[in-house]
């Protein structure tokens, strides 16, 4: 997250830090995202200083309001061309990838969760002398199994979540951005009569731009 020059004192940011030109998560391997280390630099900076304005990175790529926006407008113009345009359709393509992404780890999730209650329920047959046959009839391995799915569920339902808030995010983002880029090609004497509440309901007219 950034990288530290020399040893200072608690508080004295002058010479701990200099900033990044890229977000650490645009940079970090496999393995940095897989295991969340990616802003370990920046917690270790929060554990001995006050965070300022300054210490944060750029925003990610993915995050930037003008590509958010910029995907939306794309997949709005596209829906323009259909007899009946919905603008929910057109947020659900600005971000398809994502929804995939997500859907995919949830469904693997929702299994695993499954599979390990079931191997639970063959865990308590072989405990009962009623084992459910093959290798599903050793006790041991059906305690590893049900270890193993445990853990790998830990893992998906860390990334699950965070990719979700991530989208959720970002479809506040580009929908601010939207609503931002609509606002300021109002008419001045029109945008001072109009409130600011009553822009956002009207989902039609912040599409046309």
């Given at each position: ?64 309001s003008s590509r958010l ?141």
């Amino acid at each position: 997250m950034v990288k530290e020059t020399e040893k200072s004192p608690p508080g004295d940011t002058s010479s701990v830090f200099q900033p990044l030109a890229d977000n650490p998560y645009d940079t970090a391997s496999w393995w940095e995202l897989f295991v969340f280390k990616w802003p370990e630099g920046l917690l270790s900076l929060g554990a001995t200083t006050v965070l300022e304005h300054e210490h944060l990175p750029p925003n990610p790529r993915g995050e930037s309001s003008s590509r958010l926006m910029g995907k939306f407008l794309a997949a709005w113009r596209e829906e323009k061309k259909k007899a009946e345009p919905w603008i929910v359709r057109a947020f659900y393509y600005t971000f398809v990838e994502e929804f995939g992404w997500i859907g995919t780890l949830g469904i693997i999730e929702t299994f695993l969760k499954v599979y390990q209650a079931a191997l639970l329920g063959y865990l308590i047959g072989w405990i009962t002398d009623d084992p459910g046959g093959g290798y599903l009839s050793n006790g041991y391995t059906l305690a590893g199994l049900i270890s193993l799915t445990g853990i790998l569920n830990l893992i998906l339902h860390h990334h699950f979540f965070m990719y979700v808030w991530r989208l959720g995010m970002q479809f506040r983002v580009s929908v601010i951005a939207v609503i931002y880029n609509k606002a300021i090609k109002l008419d001045l004497r029109a945008l001072s009569r109009t409130a600011t509440a009553e822009l956002a309901p009207n989902a039609a007219a912040i599409a046309a731009i």
